[in-house]
């Protein structure tokens, strides 16, 4: 499996270029959520600048591109990822510019933009999210009431149902501000009583606002208020829906190359065992395990369906993997053996599972236990969930402890040395004692050796040190007024470039699904059961980056 990623597209200062998930999810998160299009908004061009050249794109039909989508009988089926033959956006003819963006319910950016979101395989980075709320102004098949509603083809509509991309609910949802007048409407009101007021031309927040709730009171007289009608569903099809009813879409799927990198003999190699009520595989880095909120197509769930020609939904995730993170996997394909394994996992005090993971770190770590106290989920506005380590007795700490076994030096092979710029490292082999989010990376980024590739806890790291090399240098009382300062320094940092992740994890934030060094190598049931007499061992075999 070749794992390569090219330098991002950079910006120019006479468009605005679609290059990594901060800088383009900054702008179309803010259209999505319901931000007013300016005159100058509005004319703005979308630019792709590969290596350096700006080259400007634009289509015509989806039959003159080539652009085939599922569900139609005047296109041709898409198959598998693991044939190798998806349908692709790879040479689009030139067309006229598109309209006007008059009215703010329109998709606001050309249509290659669109068009290079959905394509197979993917671009090898991502074009941020852009999130459109919508009521139907009309009934009939959803693709059809979208691609007016949007002035979009209706086969890109078909396209983003089947990455499980559109969400409906008969009832609109029930606004969240309490106030119908003013400022008293977020991003999501806002959002949703504007694309109400479409048809009708109802102006302020407040006629928007109760034109919205008569048609929610017309929706429920008439579906009745079970909240099924009333929670947005994800679209399994393109199935009829009615007027009034509300959409929600996800414009620009989160993609994973990976998913088209390996055929049906590689993912069969991967699969470690294949059982009546469960599947064992070796996942590699750049894919998650279960769907996204937008995506259902590029999972390690239905890759491994695909593989095993199953129905799509027929896996559900055990446990789980971060994206960067390669190694053993459980599926379960029912309930009963879902409940038994996370039992399994959940139960400390009986030792049924052993779990040994590899790494690669810049210098070796001492052998023995690691324990740390860490709080787990830490997310402020602009950043990316992470843990932290914190002082034991910290409310809410969780305990953590692994065992560094083994550590040595071994030399890595041409795209891992590419990836990280080192041709050795240390590899270390851990016996995982609890299991908490990110343990393993945030144990070793707390003792100052984070692992390759893992930007964000190598930012972490960076950022604790300096802490603590600061708060060693006074008293109590200084390290309050410290600790102060860095929050207000962290919050000024944040107002002068609002709307960005803060400037620490950026990196984390460009490239989420680059891998990371770490190898979830082995997974050992040491009591008899559904998996097996004891001991049962599933291995993920070598590293991807050794040689």
Not at 38 to 43: A, D, E, H, R, V
Not at 171 to 194: E, I, M, N, Y
Not at 212 to 230: D, P
Request: net charge positive; aromatic share 6%.
């Amino acid at each position: 499996m070749k794992i390569s990623f090219q330098p991002t597209y950079t910006r120019s200062a006479l468009s605005i270029v679609i290059c990594h998930p901060i800088l383009a999810g900054r702008h179309l998160s803010q259209l999505g959520r319901g931000t007013t299009l300016s005159p100058s908004t509005s004319t703005r061009k979308f630019t792709f600048m590969a290596n350096c050249q700006t080259s400007s794109f634009s289509t015509s039909s989806p039959a003159e591109s080539g652009f085939s989508v599922p569900g139609r009988e005047d296109y041709a089926q898409v198959p598998s990822p693991l044939t190798g033959t998806d349908p692709s956006i790879s040479t689009l003819p030139r067309a006229p510019s598109p309209a006007s963006l008059h009215r703010k319910t329109r998709y606001p950016f050309h249509l290659f933009t669109l068009e290079s979101a959905l394509r197979t395989p993917p671009l090898d980075h991502q074009l941020g999210a852009h999130v459109i709320h919508l009521l139907a102004q009309r009934e009939g098949a959803a693709s059809e009431v979208l691609s007016e509603l949007l002035e979009v083809p209706q086969e890109l509509m078909l396209r983003l149902i089947w990455f499980g991309a559109v969400y409906y609910c008969p009832v609109p949802p029930l606004p969240r501000s309490a106030t119908p007048a003013g400022d008293g409407l977020d991003s999501h009101d806002t959002a949703v009583c504007r694309s109400a007021a479409a048809a009708s031309g109802a102006g302020s927040p407040a006629a928007q606002l109760a034109e919205l709730q008569a048609g929610r009171q017309e929706a429920l007289a008439k579906w009745g208020r079970h909240s099924r009608h009333q929670t947005p569903r994800r679209l399994g099809s393109d199935q009829a829906i009615s007027k009034g009813g509300y959409l929600r879409v996800h414009m620009h799927p989160k993609r994973f190359p990976v998913a088209h990198a390996l055929n049906h003999e590689q993912w069969s190699r991967r699969l470690l065992a294949v059982r009546p009520d469960h599947v064992v595989v070796n996942k590699p880095p750049g894919l998650q395990v279960p769907p996204t909120v937008d995506n259902v197509q590029e999972s390690l769930l239905a890759c491994v369906e695909k593989a095993l020609c199953l129905e799509p939904g027929s896996l559900h995730p055990a446990h789980r993997l971060d994206a960067g993170t390669e190694g053993v996997v459980v599926l379960a394909r029912d309930a009963a053996f879902a409940s038994y394994f996370r039992s399994l996992m959940a139960d400390k005090a009986q030792h049924a599972v052993r779990k040994q993971y590899k790494c690669l770190v810049s210098q070796a770590p001492p052998l023995g236990p690691l324990v740390h106290w860490i709080l787990e989920d830490q997310r402020r506005q602009g950043e990316t969930a992470h843990s932290v380590v914190v002082p034991e007795g910290t409310g809410g700490a969780a305990r953590c402890e692994l065992w560094v076994e083994q550590v040595e030096q071994t030399e890595l092979n041409t795209e891992a040395a590419d990836l990280w710029g080192a041709r050795k490292a240390f590899e270390v082999t851990i016996a995982l004692i609890t299991g908490r989010t990110h343990q393993i990376r945030v144990q070793m980024a707390a003792i100052g050796l984070p692992l390759l590739g893992d930007r964000l806890y190598t930012a972490l790291a960076t950022k604790w040190q300096h802490r603590l090399q600061r708060q060693s240098e006074g008293g109590v009382e200084q390290r309050q007024q410290q600790e102060h300062g860095w929050l207000e320094e962290d919050e000024k940092q944040q107002q002068e470039v609002p709307g960005r992740g803060r400037s620490w994890c950026l990196p984390a934030l460009m490239q989420p699904l680059a891998p990371i060094a770490l190898q979830a190598h082995s997974l050992t049931l040491l009591e008899d059961g559904k998996m097996g007499p004891a001991p049962m061992c599933f291995s993920a075999g070598k590293p991807w980056w050794r040689t």
